[in-house]
């Protein structure tokens, strides 16, 4: 257990729809990472968030958002959804930032 | 129909032999390396990091190196077990604190 938790675990909904993934990183991490996993992409980092601001965006699409809150949980929001959104969703966590990262379990989108 | 996805280099090996499972970098300018192990269902586990001002680091029975004139990273896991079965993955951080992820490679163990 990387003490990362991420909410919801399954999560199936339809295209177009809009969907909010939680994650909790481990106590004292102030770093949040997103992370995109699928079939044929491998694992792609979509934004990172330090201390409630973003310090980094990879390969985000302009129709996913995120934050990082003062508590430091994170959320990752996905609108109109398309097939293709289809993925595993990760977050991980670190102590600061560009050091070791700890990975939650995942939510698993499906896009129906 | 039948599903695509992709395409990962895979290594099997008999319980007990040594892993060395490969990464080819992109970015000459990453300055620190990760390797994570990924079992089925779970997300990626940290294994074994180094420095870019390093070419060797060991830890327990796994043994990453990194060479920066071809861009190459590898990782050597002894004795391998069952439980190393896995994907593993390499990751190079660019910029100060963007991390990029390789394909991976799918080990299987032979008991």
């Known amino acids: 257990d990387s003490g990362v938790t991420q909410t919801p675990k399954h999560l199936i909904t339809a295209t177009g729809q809009r969907v909010t993934l939680r994650c909790s990183p481990r106590s004292g991490d102030l770093s949040v990472y997103w992370y995109q996993q699928s079939l044929d992409q491998g694992l792609q980092f979509l934004i990172q968030y330090y201390n409630g601001e973003e310090r980094a965006k990879g390969n985000i699409l302009e129709r996913f958002s995120a934050q990082q809150f003062p508590d430091l949980h994170s959320e990752l929001n996905l609108s109109s959804l398309e097939l293709g959104d289809s993925a595993l969703y990760f977050c991980a966590s670190s102590p600061q930032w560009g050091d070791e990262q700890f990975f939650g379990p995942g939510t698993r989108l499906t896009v129906l | 129909g039948e599903s695509v996805g992709l395409h990962l280099p895979t290594l099997s090996v008999q319980e007990g032999d040594n892993s060395i499972i490969n990464c080819a970098y992109s970015n000459s300018a990453s300055d620190y390396f990760i390797w994570y192990k990924q079992e089925s269902g779970k997300g990626p586990q940290f294994i074994i990091d180094?420095?870019?001002?390093?070419d060797k680091r060991q830890g327990q029975r796994v043994t990453v190196l990194l060479n920066k004139t071809v861009k190459h990273l590898s990782l050597q896991i002894a004795a391998t077990q069952p439980g190393d079965s896995a994907v593993y993955f390499c990751a190079e951080r660019w910029a100060g604190n963007q991390f990029y992820f390789g394909t991976g490679t799918s080990l299987t163990v032979i008991p």
């Open positions: 180094i420095r870019s001002n390093m």
